[in-house]
């Protein structure tokens, strides 16, 4: 198996050895530097991916001429002593900052290295990614913000108090909550996740808590999410939205480890660590009495924050370059490029919607665009009018892309027209996804012609006889 080779330089790199050796991560080859004075003995036919060093030595001339000689792709990772410390290097605008507090992130820094080149990172992940289940969705980035957020994690893996799970929608609050359980002692038992606002009030209680037999007619035993998590982790998204009632209750298995199906009186025990989440200000929501504030202090033991993606700008290139490489797998198609000027656009816009509206833009990019880059007009309309930017316009119009574009659109606005503008009709025609016909709807700008053509339609079912002539 090939192994990515990581160069530990100086004091930093004896701490940085402890900390990846407890980690477990499979696939490194570690060499140690006592200094910058063993750099240039390294051998030059096995070339390092990675250098983890203490930071004042990006001033060093050594290291400098050093450096000047490897590979482009060697990454640097500083070590510093206080956090707000940078290596003083003009230099070092390559290297990433880790403060000696946040060593914990060391090990997700490194497994970011191996994917990035295709490789497995640990025996952990590898374990928790079950057949039925698909690969596993990791935590993007290497800012200080969502290295902060790693770290505070890891710090929390294997213990067993609760976590608040604190960001705005789209976030990543569930990638966070999976980390948590896939990388903890209790990584072989379940993880259930239950989406507290997309459940009915009338049905959260019994899909929680679970039901018992002839409660109502018809109605059997089932068990709720609590027990289907027993000895692993429950993940309670948007907690914000619960009803004081249930909140008592989820308050009484945080406190007693115990809980009756509805319908029920034998109580049963349950060991389930509860990771919640939430978009809301629960400080704003107890104030107005739509939150304990009993159950909110034992939520919150440990809170983790996730920044909104506004405030880690420079993580867009390695999400769209993630994004891209999964939605061109994933549809079996030739990987795009990412030219600057459109990287340029993805990192001026604010995105409210943050990770997963970066996502949904370029999945759709991926998936209409018609050239081997990605082209602004490939964008979603609302990234191009929140800038002020206008769509490319064909340079020819007789060019062999516009012109398959042009009888695209052709068929789909036939292909719309023969099914009464109703898309999963027109899809089937085709023969081709609903998906698929999403995205090409958007792309082509169709919205204003569906309303135009079924306004035609009602038109001729109120005037049936002014197509015959006799109106």
Known sequence: MTKLHVILCGSAGGRARAVLERSGIVGLRLSAARDSYDLPGIDPTDPPDMLIANGYYSEDPIFKNWRRRRSTTLQVIWIVKKRDARPRSEGDGEGIVLPESDLAALPYMVEFALREKGRPATDASERSAKPDEGPVRRIVGRSRAIQKVIASARKVLNVNSSVLVLGESGTGKELVASMVHRESARLNKPFVKVNCAAIPETLLESELFGIERRIATGVDRRIGKFEQAHGGTIFLDEIGDMTLFTQAKILRILQEKEFERVGGTESIR???RIIAATNKDLSVEIAAGRFRSDLFYRLNVINIRIPPLRERREDIPDLVRHFVDTYSRENSLPRKKVPDDIMNVLMQYEWPGNVRELENAVERAVVIGDEDQIRRHDLPATILNALNLAPESPENPDSFNTRV???????????????????????????????????????????????EGRGRRRGRRQNPMQERGTL
């Open 405 to 451: 574009a042009d009888f695209e659109r052709s068929l789909l606005i036939d292909a719309l027209e023969r099914c009464n503008w109703v898309q999963a009709r027109a899809a089937r025609k085709l023969g081709m996804s609903e998906r698929s016909m999403w995205h090409l709807f958007k792309k082509y700008n169709l919205e204003e012609l569906k309303a």
């Open 270 to 272: 349950v060991d389930a």
